[in-house]
């Protein structure tokens, strides 16, 4: 079963001095680090299809989604195979932008 979240998750990712690439998400509290663009975007995808499940497994989705004003199509039973069709928001990030997204 794919659960549509109803949401547009947004993404701040900046190219490092090093030439890989990080992402934060502040929403999820989550950042992610990558070689390169698209395996930060695969990278993301799984985060995300990963976090979901958890919460749904855990019984804590629905309450998840209302705190941050987000919706979803019908939620499966706990225990039910479902992956998440998730709308991501990706954005460069500014140099003052990344001083503070990295340093919370």
């Given at each position: 079963?794919?659960?549509?979240?109803?949401?547009?998750?947004p993404w701040l990712y900046k190219r490092t001095k090093a030439g890989n690439y990080i992402a934060v998400c502040e929403p999820l509290a989550?950042?992610?680090?990558?070689?390169?663009?698209?395996?930060?975007?695969g990278c993301i995808q799984e985060a995300l299809d990963s976090t979901f499940r958890e919460l749904l497994k855990s019984g804590d989705l629905?309450?998840?989604?209302k705190e941050r004003g987000?919706?979803?199509?019908?939620?499966?039973?706990?225990?039910?195979?479902?992956?998440f069709d998730v709308p991501l928001k990706i954005e460069r990030m500014s140099s003052?932008?990344?001083?503070v997204a990295l340093c919370q």
């Open positions: 079963m794919i659960v549509e979240i109803k949401a547009s998750v989550q950042t992610l680090q990558a070689d390169s663009y698209d395996e930060l975007i629905e309450t998840f989604l987000w919706k979803s199509s019908a939620l499966p039973a706990r225990r039910a195979r479902a992956s003052r932008d990344s001083q």
